[in-house]
């Protein structure tokens, strides 16, 4: 349990770092924001799929 916390406070350390760099994460091509007057969608889908692909990779990555 030691390690999946550890591991997963660096993933978020690095995710803050990347942020912080410019990477555009939330404002990738593929996130849709909608805006009617008053009213704001926003549907990160493709900020989604790259985050469920990472996460696979890393929980993959622990388990073997």
Do not use: Q
Request: charged fraction near 10%; proline fraction near 5%; glycine fraction near 12%.
């Amino acid at each position: 349990m030691g390690r999946l916390l550890v591991f997963v406070g660096l993933g978020i350390v690095a995710l803050g770092l990347l942020v912080m760099a410019g990477f555009p994460l939330g404002r990738l091509p593929g996130d849709w924001t909608i805006r009617r007057g008053a009213f704001t969608f926003y549907f990160p889908l493709a900020t989604s799929i790259l985050l469920s692909v990472l996460l696979t990779l890393v929980m993959y990555w622990l388990r073997r």
